[in-house]
């Protein structure tokens, strides 16, 4: 699933190399000057009781499994007639006030926000999402993810990514390490300074016959996802791709409504009037997806009800592809 580039944080400069921050309000006041985000508004809004005291990988991976399970990756803005905004504030309004979720650049945003505050050594960085209709990876920088350093260790963290391919755990950044987490396997692998990350997937089972031949269902084994550089990005990087995924006729979020969440054992998805629950592991090497197609009216309630998302506006589901 591709995701945006575009946005920019109103005042925003990032620190330099040698900044550490000890206070809270050292990270408010850079990122937003005048901000009134509260990180424990955050944590309510993904029911995390847990500690958040020591910046430790423990912590950091708690805090992400809340996020991806609480908050999902969605454009039903584009298909409610809404501008999906790439600014800090909006964001957290949208997602943590609204309880919405987002695309790559809305949940990353966040996220880096988020691991800022805490006192993480963060940095965005930008990939290039893998089209298998083109068979080739995107020219532009259109997804926004994180690598996060815990005692000389790199990891990436990617909330935004959302469906089969979710990470569920923080990745040690190592190449040719095969990574198994309860989707799958993942891994990544290092050529000449570019990163390639991809998913080595179970053979899966739908009782549902009838969308047997899905695109629900892809057949192949490891599933090429992105490609990454560990070169810093500002947000501002990914505003053109912000834009162009949101307004043009080849865009995939243009062509589909999508809302994905992650759950304790899979996963729900809705992608036009289609309704998929995933769970993992099913049987040994085996996940289980169910899918069923949907009213109008039944969208509307399980976006409520299964996503838990409220709409200002009402959501037109489409899918062309």
Known sequence: VPFPKGHQSSGFSPPGPGFSPTLLTDIIFWEQPAS?????????????????????LETLTAIFQHHIRAVPFENLSIHCGET???????????????????????NNHLLYWVLKTLGYDTTIIGAKVYSPEENEYNHHINHLLLKVVLDGKAYIVDGGFGMVYQMWQPMELISGKDQSQ??????????????????????QYNPNQSFSNSNNLEKDACKKVYLFTLEPREIEDFRPQNVYLQTSP??????????????TDGLWALVGWKLTKVKYNYKEN?????TTTLTDEEVEK????????????????FTIR
């Open 182 to 203: 309860v989707p799958g396997i993942f891994r990544f692998t290092e050529d000449n300074g570019i990163w390639y990350f991809e998913k080595i997937k179970r053979k």
């Open 84 to 106: 999906i905004e790439l600014d800090l504030e909006p964001v957290y309004d949208k997602i943590v006030r609204k309880k919405r979720g987002g695309w790559c650049m809305e």
């Open 250 to 263: 080849d865009s995939l979020f243009v062509a589909k409504s999508i809302c994905s969440l992650q759950t």
């Open 302 to 317: 399980t976006v409520k009800d299964k996503f838990r998302v409220m709409l200002d506006h009402k959501l037109i589901p």
């Open 286 to 290: 085996m996940d289980l997806v169910e």
């Open 36 to 56: 009134n985000m509260n990180i424990t508004e955050y944590f309510t809004r993904i029911s995390y009781n847990g500690s958040y005291k020591n910046p430790d």
